[in-house]
């Protein structure tokens, strides 16, 4: 064993004096692994429900409670939480699961606009922000802030009111977390339906009487994926790229320290190879927004 990991990191004469971790065959290998653990999560998210998916922390409270710091420190007043509007979001986050689609306007040509009448609630204003696969929610939040889209929604002084559903489910063949933010102003004089008598055609927990569809609503005691698929694609990523860089700094000191001269390896693809780990570090952010 310890002859095997001197030859895998330590320059000498069974590897030619260059640590066989950085000869082009094992780089190779480490873009294999790379590829290969890919295909593999998306397998297992696909074939066994349950075992990969997002492991989510998030909860509709913190996420109106940081919203709403957000506009404090903007100098913007409170949202109110609707009652309405959270079944408006209930609505339209049942619907993307139901349909299978990630966007502001659902296959079927319904508009968020749609959701918000079908719940009852008269408009003067609304806006919706969408995200997904987040594992907290101040990311949520600071996804949002960082993009003049979704900033301005949260930060608009037209709105008065807000509603979220946070769901988890089975979503486009992974388990995933789905999170639609409403903002609404009334129209004033609008006196607010109860939910329970609109006909929404999908059950949600303010509708019961319902039977299309019941999506699971994350923090309320579902039961998590057993391995966060992208903890695991991050740690994939680390991994390689620290064993990469600690075998560059060891076969450096080295060969400096040696003065071992060597006809190859100047270090352009190892370096290009650890730029390509980086950038996979980098790109590899967990969740969307929309």
Not at 3 to 18: E, V
Not at 186 to 207: E, F, H, N, Y
């Amino acid at each position: 064993m310890r002859k095997t990991l001197a030859h895998l990191f330590i320059p000498r004469p069974s590897n030619n004096y260059k640590a066989k971790t950085l000869h082009i065959s094992s780089l190779s290998i480490f873009i294999l692994i790379i590829m290969i653990s890919q295909i593999l999560l998306s397998f297992i998210g696909q074939t066994i429900p349950g075992v990969l998916g997002v492991i989510s922390t998030i909860t509709t409270e913190e996420l109106i409670d940081l919203t709403n710091k957000k506009r404090q420190e903007n100098g913007l007043s409170e949202l109110k939480l609707n009652p309405v509007l959270v079944e408006a979001a209930q609505q339209k986050g049942a619907d993307m699961m139901a349909k299978n689609y990630w966007a502001h306007t659902a296959p079927d040509g319904k508009t968020p606009w749609y959701f918000f009448k079908n719940a009852n609630y008269q408009y003067l204003y609304a806006g919706e922000n969408l995200a997904r696969d987040f594992i907290d929610s101040p990311s949520v939040v600071s996804a949002w802030m960082n993009s003049p889209t979704h900033k301005d929604n949260i930060l608009s002084s037209r709105y008065q009111e807000i509603g979220i559903a946070v769901i988890q489910d089975t979503f486009q063949g992974n388990e995933s977390v789905l999170v639609v933010q409403l903002f609404g102003t009334q129209i004033p004089g609008t006196a607010p339906v109860k939910t329970s008598m609109i006909d929404t055609g999908i059950r949600t927990s303010l509708d019961p009487n319902i039977m299309t569809i019941q999506p699971k609503v994350a923090g309320l005691g579902d039961k998590l994926p057993l391995i966060g698929s992208f903890q695991v694609t991050k740690a994939i990523s680390i991994s390689l790229t620290f064993i990469l860089l600690a075998t560059i700094i060891i076969d450096t000191f080295i060969i400096t320290k040696k003065k071992i001269i060597r006809l190859s390896g100047k270090g352009m693809a190892h370096l290009a190879f650890l730029g390509m780990l980086l950038i996979i570090l980098i790109i590899t952010q967990q969740g969307i927004i929309l």
